[in-house]
């Protein structure tokens, strides 16, 4: 029999107080946050680019990418890969493309600015520890929309293993990232290009994808720069080629407004005052605004000035036009691929031409600057010009304390990859167990983490392979395939209808609220192998020396282990660098970490900032301090002079002492104490009738 409590239960209505208040507060949350969600304004004018970033391990075919995907957009063919590249993709819509440095400092720099980030990952090799390190950036600077592609996937021959590969991966990539996670697949390469149809389907899931907008980011100006000059006059830069430099910065302006006057961090260079900020006209203007404008008769649907792709460059007053270089053979560009273009190959004639343009010193110049090494050793690094070259994402440093730990050890096998790159990238199986050095294991076990990274010689360069306990890169078991793999076989339909499903926000974003079941642990062994290597001592990583002896280096000037060690004139150098209070640079407040601090029991320098302290005429102030002393007998030097009242004893000071030879001036002075006398006479006339 039901009882009458059950029966008077309303349904789906709550029985505890507890649990009905934790529910209202959290929907009352919920829908806060959907009011204080930021809204780009729209009324200002047409939105800025949306900023696709193109990252990935070296050789994944990151240019590849952005060329074909420039192909698609624009009908142009893309030389090299330089610089933002901003194109027209929709009536309403433009993008910039940017290719990720494959250094930690790119990564960071690249991950502030991402609107989408195209994670590239080598199919037949695996996830690379780059992506993840690229991932862990992103967390830290609000995490933009994430989608991952697969390349490199004509190297497997057989059908069966590229499904199961496509498989794993996908649903490791779901485990690091999110359960559905936006995986695309870059089938193969047709005349060195990928399919035309693939990059039509990535082209349209990049236009239905909404940015998230990022609160930091929505309030705060910023801007990619597209294009820099130096505008400092040529004069000033002949008479002190390390003067203060102008630059000026091209971009779209991003976030909010930007004020006159403000001060603005380069990354890469420091804080810096604004001279001045000023509008142009759009060099990539939507279909729908340059035909209100009426000016051209093409529209013009891209824009990559540091590429050296479009005809036209925007200047504060004047409006460039490039003219091909084929069309003026020996004029003087930048363009260091100038002879690819023509067609003709390297013409020897045509070279020298080139390289004696370039030339920045006469002989006579360089023969002065000319040394003779006795020794192989290297001369202590000469710091160049602070020329700004390249990229406006330049490299940065001394920022995310974690991020900089980690590059050490990625930038070591990175610049080491470089090297071995000139053998050519060949189509060869990873060697992992030919080399002596394979297989060297950077990470620590024993932190009981699901993350390592392994570091092996394949396809002729190092790669820092992503190893999971969860995942197992088993390629080699082809054990029972019959997995529900039919949906994942992907037709062009498949792309798209997975797309749609994206584009509403349901998809590529690392959401932290949900997805708990799917959470990796990367995160977590990323932090653990990062305290792993602070701890390490780099003299012990170099030398194989115990860092003790690296630790008392401050005091023993003349040790001579250190000099085995440290080469003289860079010894000298690191000491000469640590900075001063006079050459510091005072706005970027970094650099004040290194600064030597003066010593303050230094009576010269005490008096050197005396009179900060004392407002008026400094000889009054000292006066009167002396006459508030009691004793009036210090050992410092009397800058005024006074009578003892007690005593009658004038004091004179050494000044006027000193000016006792000149007449003029003694005079003066003279006067000016007789008068101060008969004033205190006076006064203690005063007194003494007063009280005796
Ligand atoms: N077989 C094959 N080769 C590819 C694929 N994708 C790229 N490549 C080749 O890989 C090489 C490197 O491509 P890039 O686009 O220069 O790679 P990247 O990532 O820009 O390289 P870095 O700029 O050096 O980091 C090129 O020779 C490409 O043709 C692919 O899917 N299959």
């Not at 493309?97 to 990952?121: Q, T, V, Y």
């Not at 991952?148 to 649903?171: A, I, P, S, W, Y």
């Not at 990175?414 to 790159?421: C, I, K, N, R």
């Not at 012990?540 to 040790?559: F, H, I, P, T």
Request: hydrophobic letters at 30%; proline letters at 3%.
């Amino acid at each position: 029999p039901l009882s009458p409590g059950f029966l008077s239960r309303k349904a789906f209505a709550f029985r505890s107080a507890t649990k009905a208040k934790r529910l209202q507060s959290r929907s009352a949350e919920i829908e806060q946050r959907r009011l204080h969600v930021p809204i780009m304004d729209r009324s200002i004018g047409e939105p800025p680019p949306f900023v696709v970033v193109v990252q990935g391990p070296p050789q994944v075919g990151k240019s590849l990418l952005i060329k074909c995907l420039v192909k698609h957009y624009t009908k142009q063919n893309l030389s090299d890969v330089r610089g933002p590249i901003t194109v027209v993709s929709g009536k309403s819509r433009r993008v910039q493309f940017l290719e990720c440095p494959s250094d930690i400092n790119g990564m960071i720099d690249a991950a502030k600015i991402a609107d989408l980030a195209l994670l590239l990952i080598d199919g037949s090799y695996g996830f690379e520890m780059d992506t993840f390190e690229f991932l862990n950036i992103m967390q830290v600077h609000g995490f933009p929309k994430v989608m991952g592609v697969l390349t490199h996937l004509d190297q497997f021959k057989d059908v069966k293993k590229l499904r199961k590969t496509k498989q794993r991966l996908k649903h490791r990539f779901w485990a690091e990232i999110k359960e559905g996670a936006k995986l695309f697949y870059l089938s193969g390469l047709i005349h060195g290009k990928y399919t035309k149809r693939e990059v039509h389907n990535l082209a349209r899931f990049i236009s239905v994808i909404k940015p998230i907008p990022l609160s930091w980011r929505m309030a705060h100006p910023y801007l990619l720069a597209d294009r820099f000059e130096d505008v400092t006059s040529s004069e000033s830069v002949r008479l002190n080629r390390k003067c203060d430099r102008k630059i000026t910065l091209y971009g779209y302006l991003r976030g909010c407004n930007m004020k006159r006057g403000t001060k603005v961090h380069i990354t890469g260079a420091g804080d810096f005052s604004l001279s001045g900020v000023t509008s142009l006209a759009d060099p990539c203007p939507l279909p729908s605004a340059a035909k209100k404008r009426g000016l051209r008769d093409k529209e013009k649907l891209f824009y990559a000035p540091m590429s050296g792709l479009g005809d036209l460059l925007y200047d504060k007053d004047a409006v460039y036009i490039n003219i091909n270089d084929h069309l003026v053979q020996f004029s003087n560009t930048d363009d260091n691929n100038a002879s690819k273009k023509q067609g003709k190959g390297n013409d020897v004639g045509v070279a020298l031409v080139k390289t004696l343009q370039n030339t920045k010193y006469s002989l006579d110049e360089k023969l002065d600057q000319s040394f003779i090494n006795f020794f192989g050793r290297r001369p202590a690094a000469q710091s160049e010009d602070s020329d700004m070259t390249g990229n406006a994402i330049s490299s940065r440093q001394n920022d995310q304390g974690e991020a900089n730990i980690l590059a050490q050890v990625g930038g070591n096998n990175l610049s080491s990859a470089g090297t071995l790159e000139s053998n050519g990238h060949s189509s060869s199986e990873c060697s992992s167990d030919s080399e002596g050095d394979n297989d060297d294991d950077i990470q620590p076990s024993d932190h009981g983490v699901d993350l390592r990274e392994e570091v092996e010689f394949c396809n002729g360069r190092m790669r820092r392979k992503a190893v999971s306990a969860n995942f197992q890169d088993d390629d080699d078991d082809d054990g029972s395939d019959n997995e529900d793999d039919s949906h994942n076989e992907d037709s062009d339909d498949d792309h798209l209808s997975e797309g749609s499903l994206s584009s509403d926000g349901s998809g590529e974003a690392l959401d932290s609220d949900d997805g708990t079941e799917n959470t990796s642990k990367w995160k977590k062994s990323l932090l653990a192998r990062t305290l792993a290597r602070r701890g390490a001592s780099l003299m012990q990583l170099v030398y194989g020396q115990a860092s003790a002896e690296l630790d008392n280096d401050s005091g023993e000037e003349g040790s001579s282990d250190e000099e085995i060690f440290v080469p003289k004139g860079q010894k000298k150098q690191v000491k000469n660098e640590l900075p001063s209070f006079d050459d510091i640079d005072a706005e970027d407040y970094s650099k004040f970490l290194k600064v030597e601090l003066r010593d303050w029991s230094n009576e010269d320098l005490i008096k050197s900032i005396r009179d900060r302290f004392v407002t008026g005429d400094w000889s009054k102030a000292s006066l009167r301090g002396r006459e508030v002393d009691e004793n009036g007998e210090g050992d410092e030097e009397i800058d005024g002079d006074f009578e003892d009242l007690e005593t009658g004893e004038v004091h004179k000071s050494q000044a006027a002492e000193s000016a006792a030879g000149k007449p003029g001036v003694q005079k003066e002075d003279e006067l000016k104490v007789e008068e101060l006398r008969l004033k205190k006479l006076a006064l203690k006339a005063k007194f003494d009738s007063d009280y005796i």
